[in-house]
């Protein structure tokens, strides 16, 4: 009996000693986003997917992006600012400066959009995103809107939140048939969409030269810089916009009109500015595809108009004259982007030299949306989503019988490959797309309507099959070939 009690009170002590049962692990900022969704019935994850598009969930210490934009929820003042004060009622300076008032305040006004909506369904918050995005047209709102979305579909890790991936299919609503800012190329660099800015933010004008490239940093998101150009209050605006997860590219102004980028009227007349997502004290937003990108518009640039590729020529906002602004700032990595621009390294700024005749463009895209396949592979229009007229579709198979887009390169060099296709909840999750050996899988039950970025390729030049959509999948649902875009970028 003695016995028995002491292993019992051994076993106490023991149990005593022991570390508590785990709990899942949080962080003031995960409890911030769970509090606010809490307080005014919005899903956690969409607040969070919407501070990741905006501002990659950084509070950038109370300062305002460029649009007027305040901490991760990017509340713009005057509007949306003063009304999530209202709505919480914390002052509006602490929702400028207090990231838990913010992501709070972010959360009341996108519930205050959200109508009569099943609240627990993420597909039916798109409408609220879109209106939250307060985008100049259904295009760019689209375009904003998309971008949330894809970060819930994708999911996404970090050390202080996450987001478990979600295939959710968007209801768009009205903004389902908004046309795509992505079916317009651009007129001057055929790599580039074409979205104008407001006829009251630039001077039209009939240039022939210009003699510099002015570099600078959004302090915003893409949307966010695209919607911006368009606000005829802005009175700014750029040539060019660039993203940061894949170097998309958007012209705004035609090389022959005066963007207003320079804050200095005399560079504003003979340079284009090319503006870069994101903002001067984040590193992150500089990625490997954004440098690529950009790096090929400004060889483009440069031998359109034979502007020496030097950093006399090519130069940040900060650099000129009387400029108040410090982009791109000092995480952009100047001598990485000089040798992308000039293949090989930064020629000597003590001696720069024109370049001796213009060079073959750098700027090449194409888009083929007529795939071949067998006659396994059906046709149809039936999709709002569809790129063009018709695309192709198949049952899954054990057996590659891949539809094949072909395409006529014209040099050697790495190409970035997009996808477009029509998505449907009873689409193929794992769809097998074949580049170049590799195969990338896509779920086309959701993220249809818009480019999807495949990756980047070396090819050689000449017509040859370039990305081969496969019916190898035991997943069911119907495997979909629509359109690809091919740009190359070196």
Same mark, same amino acid.
């Given at each position: 009996m003695r016995t028995a009690r002491l292993a019992a009170a051994v076993s106490l002590l023991l149990l005593a000693h022991l570390p508590a049962p785990a709990q899942a692990a949080t962080s003031p900022l995960s409890d911030a986003f769970t509090k606010a969704a809490a307080a005014f019935d919005v899903p956690a994850d969409l607040l969070v997917a919407i501070a990741y598009a905006e501002s990659r969930l950084d509070a950038h210490e109370g300062q305002p992006s460029a649009s007027g934009g305040y901490g991760m929820m990017h509340l713009v003042s005057p509007g949306p600012l003063e009304k999530a004060a209202q709505l919480t009622g914390e002052s509006a300076d602490r929702v400028k400066t207090d990231t838990a008032a913010n992501i709070l305040g972010g959360s009341a006004v996108l519930a205050s959009l959200a109508g009569q909506i099943n609240r627990k369904d993420l597909a039916a918050w798109y409408p609220a995103v879109a209106a939250y995005s307060g985008a100049a047209s259904d295009t760019v709102a689209r375009l904003y809107t998309d971008a949330v979305y894809e970060v819930l579909n994708k999911g996404l890790t970090t050390p202080e939140v996450s987001i478990t991936p979600s295939p959710v299919q968007p209801q768009r609503g009205e903004l389902e048939n908004a046309r795509s800012f992505a079916q317009v190329i651009s007129a001057d660099y055929p790599a580039a969409h074409w979205i104008a800015a407001s006829a009251s933010n630039y001077t039209a004008a009939n240039r022939t030269s210009v003699d510099r490239v002015v570099i600078h940093? *959004? =302090?915003?998101?893409?949307?966010?810089? +695209?919607? @911006?150009?368009?606000?005829?209050? /802005?009175?700014?605006?750029?040539?060019?916009?660039?993203?940061?997860?894949?170097?998309?590219? *958007? =012209?705004?102004?035609?090389?022959?009109? +005066?963007? @207003?980028?320079?804050?200095?009227? /005399?560079?504003?007349?003979?340079s284009i500015g090319i503006e870069h997502e994101g903002f001067v004290n984040n590193a992150s937003w500089f990625t490997d595809a954004m440098y690529r990108a950009s790096a090929a518009l400004t060889r483009a640039l440069c031998d359109k108009y034979r502007i020496p590729r030097d950093r006399k020529h090519i130069i940040a906002h900060k650099e000129v004259p009387g400029a108040d602004h410090t982009d791109p700032g000092p995480h952009w990595n100047w001598n990485r982007y000089m040798q992308l621009v000039n293949g090989t390294s930064t020629p000597d700024p003590g001696n720069p030299k024109p370049n001796p005749k213009p060079k073959p463009p750098g700027a090449w895209s194409a888009v083929i949306d007529t795939p071949s396949g067998s006659t396994n592979w059906g046709t149809s229009d039936f999709s709002g989503q569809k790129y063009g007229k018709t695309y192709r579709f198949a049952k899954p198979a054990k057996t590659a019988d891949a539809a094949w887009f072909t395409a006529k390169l014209p040099t050697d060099g790495k190409y970035k490959i997009d996808v477009w296709y029509p998505a449907n909840k009873g689409y193929n999750t794992v769809a097998p797309h074949l580049v170049k050996g590799n195969t990338?899988?896509?779920?086309?039950?959701?993220?249809?309507?818009?480019?999807q970025h495949l990756g980047t390729f070396t090819f050689t030049a000449g017509t040859q099959k370039v990305v081969g959509v496969s019916r190898w999948t035991t997943t069911p649902g119907y495997v979909v070939a629509d359109a690809i875009r091919v740009t190359r970028v070196s």
């Open positions: 940093v *959004t =302090q915003g998101s893409y949307a966010g810089a +695209i919607s @911006w150009f368009q606000n005829p209050r /802005s009175r700014v605006s750029a040539h060019y916009v660039v993203r940061s997860k894949d170097g998309d590219i *958007t =012209q705004m102004v035609r090389h022959k009109d +005066i963007g @207003w980028h320079a804050g200095n009227s /005399s560079y504003n007349r003979r990338i899988e896509i779920n086309q039950t959701v993220a249809g309507g818009s480019w």
